[in-house]
């Protein structure tokens, strides 16, 4: 199964790199476009959707995916009908639906389409408020999306005319003929009214905009931050938000500049170069990834030399980059529904930004660590054919034992506690630690990376 951003990738190589731009978004049901001749609608001079029917896709979180470590079954989409076409292909989305219920949904969103200025959309739920009322879903929040492909088959048949499924899978009946859905991000939302409720839940939604700084209604949803406490630890508390965002798009240049450098070094493992051979396919995970770290280097670009026209306002700044941040460095769903439920922009970027840091520091470990298993496996490596294995020490990891985990370049080696008995998954082995400091975390002890880790 390709992982979903693989997934979405191989779809720009498929459309010749023409982006989403090819499906030319149009403007929404109940949405007429200003008279402009500019490339984008500023966020400020949309006047806001109101009472759009949206069917409404709420996948458990357990096909959503909480473990960052774990490639979720979905993605959730964030919003980027705010960008111009060009930058928007880091939020195409790839997905098969096989649950008749989701595949209705769909039908339902592209059957429901009728002037050519429609789109086919859905509502992808991100939060449902606690009510007495535990089936109420007034006053939730999401984010919509545009369908721009959508085909019966596999992913791979839908899209290339055979082959194996390669797509993201919502589980189910394996007789059942799967829907391939491909769409992007478009704006967030809140739900008004409850119009249908069987067999899938449609609605009437409104745009859910940001709201400017120190307004009344300058809160969150779901309440306080629950992260004030670590950006407090690591200083952002006072940074002001333009400090913010010149750090954050530093940490992005380094790290879309460490994603171009990983592809171009990519190279076929023996087993794969045989089996080009023997077949004559293509490697396609090279492709891939050389696809997907162009379209980060180029998106980003972009963006920067764009940002005063794309969001000329603080307000439209603090929004785009942090949603834009977010796809480049594709953070966890749990981060995406907290983000997606924040309407004060500045602390949105705060959140943000702490996230960035944690997930680039983590990509620069996992760099170090492969260099130094490559530097230690340099003179076996013309002996060995296949898939590197764990070490024998990693077989007594028990609850209780003591372990040394390299965190990043910061941090370096971090001692730590097993809290959990560790669990087997295909070939990696996931790790639950509690720090000295406290935290705890679950972390993959993959083959790849056991340089990472060492007994006390």
Not at 112 to 118: C, F, K, L, N, P
Not at 351 to 357: A, I, N, P
Not at 429 to 439: K, N, S, Y
Request: glycine share 6%.
């Amino acid at each position: 199964m390709m992982e979903t951003r693989a997934f979405s990738a191989l779809i720009a190589l498929l459309f010749c790199s023409t982006s989403v731009t090819s499906f030319s978004p149009t403007p929404l049901q109940q949405h007429e476009q200003p008279a402009t001749t500019t490339t984008r609608l500023h966020i400020a001079s949309l006047s806001l959707r109101r009472g759009i029917r949206v069917p409404l896709l709420d996948v458990p979180d357990a096909e959503l995916g909480s473990v960052p470590e774990h490639q979720p079954l979905v993605v959730l989409p964030l919003p980027s009908d705010h960008l111009p076409d060009a930058l928007r292909d880091l939020n195409v989305y790839g997905m098969e639906l096989k649950r008749p219920v989701h595949k209705m949904i769909m039908e339902d969103a592209v059957g429901r389409t009728g002037a050519a200025s429609e789109k086919s959309i859905y509502g992808h739920l991100a939060w449902k408020p606690d009510s007495e009322d535990s089936d109420s879903l007034v006053g939730a929040i999401g984010c919509v999306s545009e369908i721009i492909l959508h085909a019966d088959g596999d992913s791979t048949a839908a899209l290339m005319g055979g082959g194996v499924d390669q797509g993201t899978t919502l589980e189910t009946d394996a007789q059942d003929v799967p829907k391939t859905i491909v769409s992007c991000g478009a704006f967030r939302f809140v739900v008004k009214e409850v119009i249908q409720s069987v067999p899938f839940p449609v609605v009437l939604v409104d745009e859910l905009p940001d709201v400017e700084p120190g307004t009344d209604n300058d809160t969150t949803p779901t309440g306080k931050d629950e992260d004030d406490d670590d950006a407090d630890d690591d200083g952002m508390r006072d940074m002001a938000p333009p400090e913010m965002m010149k750090e954050l798009f530093t940490i992005l240049q380094d790290y879309v500049e460490q994603k171009v450098e990983e592809a171009s070094n990519l190279e076929m493992s023996p087993l794969e170069q045989a089996i080009v051979e023997e077949t004559g396919a293509g490697d396609d995970r090279i492709i891939v990834e050389k696809t997907r770290a162009e379209q980060l280097a180029a998106t980003l670009i972009t963006f920067r030399t764009g940002i005063l026209d794309i969001a000329p306002t603080p307000t439209e700044g603090y929004f785009a980059i942090a949603f834009l941040a977010a796809e480049i460095v594709d953070l966890s769903n749990a981060v995406r529904r907290k983000m997606l439920t924040m309407l004060d922009g500045a602390e949105r970027l705060r959140f943000v930004l702490k996230e960035v840091k944690d997930a680039a520091g983590m990509a620069r470990a996992r760099k170090m660590a492969k260099e130094i298993t490559d530097s230690n496996d340099e003179s076996d490596k013309d002996l060995k054919v296949g898939t590197s294995e764990l070490p024998p020490w990693s077989k007594q990891i028990r609850k209780g034992m003591q372990i040394s985990y390299y965190w990043n370049e910061e941090w370096e080696w971090c001692d730590g506690e097993v809290v959990e008995e560790p669990v087997m998954i295909v070939d990696e082995l996931l790790v639950t630690l509690q720090f000295e400091d406290g935290e705890i975390h679950k972390l993959p002890f993959h083959p790849d990376e056991k340089a990472r880790w060492r007994p006390t």
